[in-house]
């Protein structure tokens, strides 16, 4: 039997012990088409949140536990309103995080937007001419290089993101050393999800069990050549490990949990262009949607929890069975099953309740 | 790198090493995290820092039957103090 020592999931007080994220994509209009871009993002795209919504939002939000948002897009410095919602964001209490191409960072406007955000994390995909292929744009890395000289010269704490893909494991010991040479403090490797964009462009660049386990083994290569000195973050988990410590992907498997608080239940909340409010990850069934900015009341996370979570907890813990009884795949992207689940769900095994 | 790049680990080996990884991870001092796309592993950014062994040695005598512990440097730039969070044996 274990005891806890502090409330290790106490979702409010002053300092916390694991953020509880509102990631915002404010528009999905992006300057680029990346091959790989789960939101589809493009420069045709005209749909944006509202600000007075969004900060409406934002403040009950962290009434209820939320403490850290997470801005992408499309491309954040295209969201006009991007500097006020982070001023705004930062007065209310929140750490702010932007997942950004880089390339547009170099005007005094997104300067002074800079100095609202703790961590901005950098889109890279490799080498210069693999990067360029993937944001389907000549001369995008030269461009990203000039906006990290941007963060170095303000002393902004920056993270580089590379999406890890069949072409790019090749690449990471280089991405290793790009990034802690450019002086990152993190380096985030997540694998490509068939999801968005990549369905029609990259449906041959599957990650298959062998070419898992070589990137789980080169990311842990790389978290133990920089340990104490640059994260590694790597967003891939062995079975093992997971069914060993499943609190890491589920709130259901905290104590914590037990409150039925959504902020204790769930990590993250998801803000789409449209304003809808979706649990746990962009593209998770909008069945399950929470609400929307625009018109949601004082009680819609009571209402979410009282309608979804049981279904939700239902998919968390089918998705985490499911992974305990296949045996033939050790390296596990936790999040794209549980997406896939969420859809799965609403045919198969898992009774709506409403 | 040369070796996985050009297939000279198969199948089985590959699955071994995984599995020794997870084996040291296991005993380690952090406790991994997931995180969605696009959204950066800000929480393991103000997870990382050195641990003074001084403060362990005082937080964490020889005898406590500590299982599992995590260290939070509070701020990015400059922390200048952390939260200590564990899980121990109750009897």
Not at chain 1, 300 to 324: A, H, M, W
Request: charge should be negative.
């Amino acid at each position: 039997m274990q005891k806890e020592i502090n409330s290790l999931c106490e979702s409010v007080g002053p300092a916390p012990d694991r953020f509880r994220t509102i990631q915002i994509h404010p528009t999905k209009k992006c300057n680029l088409t990346c091959l790989h871009c789960y939101s589809s993002s493009a420069p045709g795209y005209h749909e944006v949140l509202n600000l007075v919504d969004l900060k409406n939002f934002l403040v009950y939000a962290f009434d209820h536990g939320f403490d850290n948002i997470a801005v992408s897009g499309g491309e954040p410095f295209l969201y006009k309103d991007l500097e006020q919602l982070l001023k705004f964001s930062k007065s209310v209490g929140y750490q702010n995080t932007l997942a950004s191409n880089g390339m547009l960072l170099k005007s005094e406007r997104a300067k002074r937007t800079l100095d609202f955000v703790d961590l901005i994390a950098i889109s890279v995909d490799g080498p210069q001419p693999l990067h360029d292929k993937i944001r389907n744009q000549t001369g995008a890395y030269d461009k990203m290089c000039q906006g990290l000289e941007v963060l170095k010269n303000m002393d902004k704490p920056f993270g580089i993101i590379h999406t890890v893909t069949p072409e790019s494991w090749n690449s990471l010991i280089w991405l290793g050393e790009f990034a802690f040479s450019n002086g990152a403090k993190l380096l985030q490797l997540h694998p490509l999800e068939m999801y968005g964009r990549a369905i029609d462009t990259l449906a041959s660049e599957v990650i298959d069990e062998d070419l898992a386990h070589k990137i789980f083994i080169l990311g842990h290569y790389l978290v133990s050549k920089y340990n104490g000195e640059m994260v590694v973050q790597l967003d891939m988990l062995h079975r093992d490990y997971l069914l060993a410590h499943p609190q890491i992907v589920s709130g259901f498997e905290r104590s914590c949990g037990q409150s039925g608080k959504l902020a204790d239940l769930l990590d993250t909340i998801v803000i789409e262009e449209s304003g809808a409010i979706l649990p746990v990850s962009y593209g998770f069934n909008p069945t399950y949607s929470i609400g929307n900015i625009s018109n949601f009341t004082l009680s819609v996370f009571e209402d979410f929890e009282k309608t979804f979570i049981p279904d939700i907890k239902e998919i968390f813990n089918y998705t985490l069975s499911k992974i305990g009884e296949n045996d033939t795949r050790d390296i596990v992207n936790w999040n794209e099953l549980l997406i896939s689940e969420s859809y799965a769900a609403m045919t198969s095994h898992i009774p709506v309740y409403r | 790198m040369a070796k996985l790049e050009k297939g000279g680990v198969d199948k089985v080996d590959l699955r071994k090493i995984s599995s020794s990884i997870v084996g040291l991870k296991n005993q380690g001092l952090v406790i991994d995290q997931v995180f969605i796309k696009g959204k950066p592993g800000f929480s393991r950014v103000h997870i990382y820092g050195r641990v003074d062994p001084e403060f362990l040695k005082k937080m964490v005598p020889g005898n406590t039957p500590l299982k599992r512990f995590e260290v939070f440097p509070f701020g990015i730039i400059n922390p200048e103090g952390f939260n200590f969070k564990g899980t121990v044996e109750s009897y």
